[in-house]
Nanobody
């Protein structure tokens, strides 16, 4: 499956941004989906995960209450709604798909990755 993330952007602190990740080649409903991020000089970290049916989500503590993941399997697309953005949210964001069992928090459990999109939050 190929994953294509939407363009990120520059947002002021406290603002919002929505990312999307469109899949092609396979039906997205077959996969657990997540977003990861990698800040400059840091390792890639887990952000949020959603089950195949979209019935369950799991958030990293750092984004709980601010970020929401959703999916539209009919459109083969996953979304990341980011609210109350902080400068520390600045990173390259990646969507990822996994064949394993929800939840999956380790990047090495994921089979397919999007190209990454830069989100910059200014203070």
């Amino acid at each position: 499956v190929q994953l294509q993330a939407s363009r990120g952007g520059l947002v002021q602190a406290g603002g919002s941004l929505r990312l999307s990740c469109a899949a092609s080649g396979r039906t997205l409903s077959s996969y657990v989906m997540s977003w990861f991020r990698q800040a400059p000089g840091k390792e890639r970290e887990f952000v949020v995960c959603i089950s195949r049916s979209a019935g369950r989500t799991y958030h990293a503590d750092s984004v709980k209450g601010r970020f929401t993941i959703s999916r539209d399997n009919a459109k083969n697309t996953v979304y990341l709604q980011m609210n109350s953005l902080k400068p520390e949210d600045t990173a390259v964001y990646y969507c990822a798909a996994a064949r394993g069992l929800y939840p999956l928090l380790n990047q090495y459990d994921y089979d397919y990755w999007g190209q990454g999109t830069l989100v910059t939050v200014s203070s």
